[in-house]
Structures are given as C-alpha cells and as structure tokens.
C-alpha cells in the first residue's frame, strides 16, 4: 500500500511550466513552484495561490494534493517532464504537460 504522506522528491523541485492538453485550464499563465521539501504552489501571472503537497502517487509516479481544494493533480514522468491530469472530487477536468522552467 502506498504512504499518503509528503514526498521529498528532487526531481519534481524546481518552477515549471504548465502547458495545457486538453479541459478547463487556461492556455498560458500557469505555472508551479516546488520546493525539495514536498510542498509547493500553483501560480498565476506569477502570483502563488494554491499551496499543494507532493505525495507518491496511488496509480501515477506521483500526486499534488491540494490544502484548500477538492482538487487532485496525478503526475507520470513524460521525458524531461511530467504529463498530468487534474482531478476535481476525482473527476478530470484537465489535461497537461509540466516542462522546467530553464531561465532559472
């Protein structure tokens, strides 16, 4: 069985890029910030609104679960990326890439 708690993972730590597939997101203007602590944020226009915590995913490599949210991110590693899903009371409402941010 999987452990729901915080993931230190260094491989997700970092800014990124949220380029969306597919679903309700907007096309440009998000990205997240991921700290090696397993926390991390959603921003918009630069702005960090919605904390999350990276946790090893049940199904996918791994989860950012929102604190304040009934939302739920699964992340499976997708060449030097992520691909993810966005999951609302564990429905998809989105689909989209994380590429790293390299300017930083």
Do not use: H
């Not at 090893?56 to 691909?83: C, M, N």
């Amino acid at each position: 069985m999987q452990d729901d708690g915080p993931c230190d993972d260094a491989t997700l730590a970092g800014r990124w890029y949220v380029e969306r597939q597919a679903g309700l997101l907007p096309p440009f203007g998000i990205t997240k910030r991921i700290g090696t602590n397993g926390r991390g944020w959603t921003c918009v226009a630069g702005v960090p609104l919605f904390p999350f915590r990276v946790t090893d995913g049940r199904t996918t490599d791994r989860e950012l679960r929102y604190s304040l949210l009934p939302i739920r991110d699964e992340l499976v590693r997708f060449g030097s990326g992520w691909a993810g899903r966005g999951l609302i009371f564990g429905r998809e409402f989105c689909r989209f890439r994380l590429s790293p941010d390299r300017q930083r």
